[in-house]
């Protein structure tokens, strides 16, 4: 059972960076191609709200808020050691 999690968020994980591409803060692309490739949305490593109220998830670094039509994706900074 816990291979097949770490499976779904591998996969998630890859369908997002794909995504993404070269953008260096955040892309906005419809949701269904993404579905198509098999992302699980409901797959994921950690929920926080962001600045606007708005509820994200993250599959490891990478970020995601659906919306209803479109999904936008993003990078987590990275934090620094003290």
Known sequence: MMRQVHQ?????????????GNAH???KI??????????????????????????????YEFGFCLHESFIEIFVEPMTRAA
């Open 8 to 20: 779904v968020l591998r996969k998630n994980r890859r369908i997002l960076e794909k995504a993404l």
């Open 25 to 27: 803060s955040s892309q």
């Open 30 to 59: 419809p949701l269904a191609p993404l579905l198509e490739e098999g992302f699980l949305p409901g797959y994921h490593t950690k929920i926080a709200t962001d600045v606007h109220g708005r509820q994200c998830f993250y599959c």
